[in-house]
């Protein structure tokens, strides 16, 4: 028999007479007034006594009481494999009509059609791929159906030439087809990449810089809003979004979705069928992102849910992760995020995201960057498969002034992906000022880390930036974007941490470019640290009103700056060798 603990459902604590005794010793007013937590009541207890400072010794006795509790039996539905004989050996092989393009480029997204079979149900019933082949490089691109007989497989070429394919199914009709493809090279910059250990780049080796912000459900939100939402983006310095693919039920995220992922059987869902309409829409979106040079950092699970798609079972959960792999996997502007707060899914354990990282690895033919995002537990981010740390603050105050300890713990990118929310809301991660937000992302910048905005100031409409998008209302991002341009003026378009004798931090690249931050402090002077036989230009920086004085004079090393006596000043050393 299992019993309730930290991982149960707060929801189905609720359920229970004696869990909500149990509860009341802990969370009184989540048992009194549950409305007011909405979406929150979907997260395991643990995590909503963590995100309310609940005291451990109270936590400790809740959890004693919630140890002799019966928790629900679960069943679990078993896998649908692909149906072998689909089709019987009266239909020809290879005989669907295809449509697959002569010509493609390096980078941009080729897509082969086929008009096939729609009996029983093609989502379960026919597995699809194809084989690239181009000299020694072989890769495996999987296919999905897309409804109403339609087959697409999609394949971002990374190399010029002349790619062979061919078709394997379990349909007859969509097996065996044989093609060639001439692919040209282009100027695309192709999928985001790690470089240089703790950086980005684009695959043809162009610098990249993750500027992050947070959009959960803004695809889930009414055509007029999504728009905006876009205008607004190209307004901004942003390139990068995370963004959720289910739907999202949490405080001010009350609406219903026009479209879901699945079709309904009864007043279920039924995870053997695909809305193929709902895909498409995001895809429309994820494309209309990369026409703004934006990331679509794809959140694949997420714990905010009222509709069930949070406990699918393994296998729907399974099939789930492959269809939408591979309907997105060609996109050039993807990363994957295993999850958002993994660790506040109930009905996932490590074995699970690990079993999903190697579904979404296998499936990916392009390699697209993956990590897993934490709520109060820190993932394991050595993991092989894991390209770069997706990290959520781990103390209210001081998370950025950890990140260089993190790049040398974890040996890949830091990304700090909630840093906490400038905004005005009733809860510690809604409610920075924008100046906190701002030394948050110069901190974490100059300690060789980067960083995801957000923005949640409350609205009569429940139309926050963060969940739904919009319009920017906050004093942040225009900020984020001018210490954004400051990165991209360095020699290298990068940062790296500058680890000398200094209070404060200093990134760059050491000895020609260097960003010094105050932070909290307001010095009234400094004393310049470079080489002799060296001289710096000086820029003092005021990160607050983004202007930059640059002094008349050079300086060379021992020589004192004098600064504005105000706190959030930065100073620039432009640094060149004293000819001889």
């Known amino acids: 028999m299992l019993f309730m603990d930290e991982q149960t459902k707060t929801r189905e604590i609720l359920e229970d007479e004696a869990g909500r005794n149990a509860l009341r010793i802990a969370l009184p007013e989540v048992v009194d007034k549950p409305a007011k937590f909405?979406?929150?009541?979907?997260?395991?207890?643990?995590?909503?006594?963590?995100?309310?400072?609940?005291?451990?010794?109270?936590?400790?006795?809740?959890?004693?009481?919630?140890?002799?509790?019966?928790?629900?039996?679960?069943t679990e539905p078993l896998p649908v494999k692909p149906n072998e004989d689909y089709e019987g050996p009266e239909v020809p092989t290879a005989s669907a009509a295809i449509s697959a393009p002569a010509a493609g480029k390096v980078n941009a997204t080729l897509e082969i059609v086929l008009g096939g079979p729609r009996h029983d149900n093609p989502f379960t019933d026919v597995e699809l791929h194809a084989n690239f082949r181009l000299g020694d490089i072989e890769l495996r691109v999987g296919g999905f159906y897309d409804g109403d007989g339609r087959y697409v497989i999609r394949f971002l070429p990374p190399k010029p030439g002349t790619w062979e394919f061919r078709t394997l199914s379990t349909a007859r009709s969509l097996d065996g087809h044989a093609g060639t493809i001439t692919v040209e090279p282009s100027s695309a910059p192709g999928p985001v990449r790690v470089a240089e250990t703790f950086h980005f780049a684009y695959a043809n080796g162009e610098?990249?810089?993750?500027?992050?912000?947070?959009?959960?459900?803004?695809?889930?939100?009414?055509?007029?809003?999504?728009?905006?939402?876009?205008?607004?983006?190209?307004?901004?310095?942003?390139?990068?979004?995370?963004?959720?693919?289910?739907?999202?039920?949490?405080?001010?995220?009350?609406?219903?979705?026009?479209?879901?992922?699945?079709?309904?059987?009864?007043?279920?869902?039924?995870?053997?069928?695909?809305?193929?309409?709902?895909?498409?829409?995001?895809?429309?979106?994820?494309?209309?992102?990369?026409?703004?040079?934006?990331?679509?950092?794809?959140?694949?699970?997420?714990?905010?849910?009222?509709?069930?798609?949070?406990?699918?079972?393994?296998?729907?959960?399974?099939?789930?992760?492959?269809?939408?792999?591979?309907?997105?996997?060609?996109?050039?502007?993807?990363?994957?995020?295993?999850?958002?707060?993994?660790?506040?899914?109930?009905?996932?354990?490590?074995?699970?995201?690990?079993?999903?990282?190697?579904?979404?690895?296998?499936?990916?033919?392009?390699?697209?960057?993956?990590?897993?995002?934490?709520?109060?537990?820190?993932?394991?981010?050595?993991?092989?498969?894991?390209?770069?740390?997706?990290?959520?603050?781990?103390?209210?105050?001081?998370?950025?002034?950890?990140?260089?300890?993190?790049?040398?713990?974890?040996?890949?990118?830091?990304?700090?992906?909630?840093?906490?929310?400038?905004?005005?809301?009733?809860?510690?991660?809604?409610?920075?000022?924008?100046?906190?937000?701002?030394?948050?992302?110069?901190?974490?910048?100059?300690?060789?880390?980067?960083?995801?905005?957000?923005?949640?100031?409350?609205?009569?409409?429940?139309?926050?930036?963060?969940?739904?998008?919009?319009?920017?209302?906050?004093?942040?991002?225009?900020?984020?974007?001018?210490?954004?341009?400051?990165?991209?003026?360095?020699?290298?378009?990068?940062?790296?941490?500058?680890?000398?004798?200094?209070?404060?931090?200093?990134?760059g690249v050491e000895g020609k470019y260097e960003l010094h931050y105050q932070g909290y402090s307001q010095h009234r002077f400094q004393t310049i640290d470079i080489a002799e036989g060296h001289t710096a230009q000086v820029d003092l920086i005021d990160t607050w009103a983004m202007t930059i004085e640059t002094l008349p004079d050079t300086f060379t090393a021992g020589q004192r700056i004098e600064l504005p006596v105000r706190p959030y000043m930065a100073y620039r050393l432009r640094i060149e060798r004293i000819a001889s």
């Open 207 to 507: 610098v990249y810089r993750p500027v992050g912000t947070t959009l959960y459900a803004w695809t889930h939100q009414s055509q007029e809003l999504q728009e905006q939402t876009l205008e607004t983006l190209e307004k901004s310095a942003f390139t990068k979004v995370r963004m959720c693919v289910f739907p999202k039920a949490f405080i001010f995220n009350d609406n219903e979705p026009e479209l879901y992922p699945f079709n309904r059987d009864g007043d279920t869902w039924d995870s053997s069928r695909f809305n193929p309409a709902y895909f498409r829409h995001l895809e429309k979106r994820i494309r209309d992102l990369e026409d703004l040079g934006i990331q679509a950092d794809v959140i694949l699970f997420h714990p905010y849910d009222r509709w069930g798609f949070q406990d699918l079972g393994r296998a729907a959960d399974d099939r789930y992760l492959r269809y939408v792999v591979r309907r997105l996997a060609a996109f050039p502007n993807v990363w994957w995020s295993l999850a958002n707060e993994y660790d506040f899914m109930t009905t996932k354990r490590r074995d699970d995201w690990e079993r999903f990282a190697q579904i979404v690895t296998d499936e990916d033919h392009a390699d697209h960057l993956l990590s897993i995002h934490n709520g109060t537990r820190m993932y394991d981010y050595s993991a092989e498969w894991a390209t770069h740390c997706s990290i959520q603050k781990v103390d209210y105050y001081k998370t950025a002034e950890q990140v260089t300890d993190m790049r040398e713990q974890w040996g890949k990118p830091v990304v700090l992906d909630e840093i906490g929310y400038e905004g005005d809301l009733e809860y510690e991660w809604g409610s920075l000022s924008a100046v906190e937000v701002v030394r948050r992302a110069w901190e974490t910048t100059l300690r060789g880390g980067y960083y995801t905005h957000g923005e949640t100031y409350y609205d009569d409409n429940d139309v926050l930036w963060w969940a739904k998008g919009g319009q920017l209302v906050g004093q942040s991002a225009e900020r984020i974007a001018f210490l954004d341009r400051l990165i991209g003026e360095s020699p290298t378009g990068r940062l790296e941490p500058i680890l000398r004798m200094s209070p404060t931090p200093i990134g």
């Open 38 to 74: 909405g979406g929150a009541l979907e997260l395991p207890i643990g995590a909503l006594a963590t995100v309310f400072r609940v005291k451990e010794s109270i936590q400790a006795k809740l959890w004693e009481r919630l140890a002799s509790i019966p928790a629900k039996e679960r």
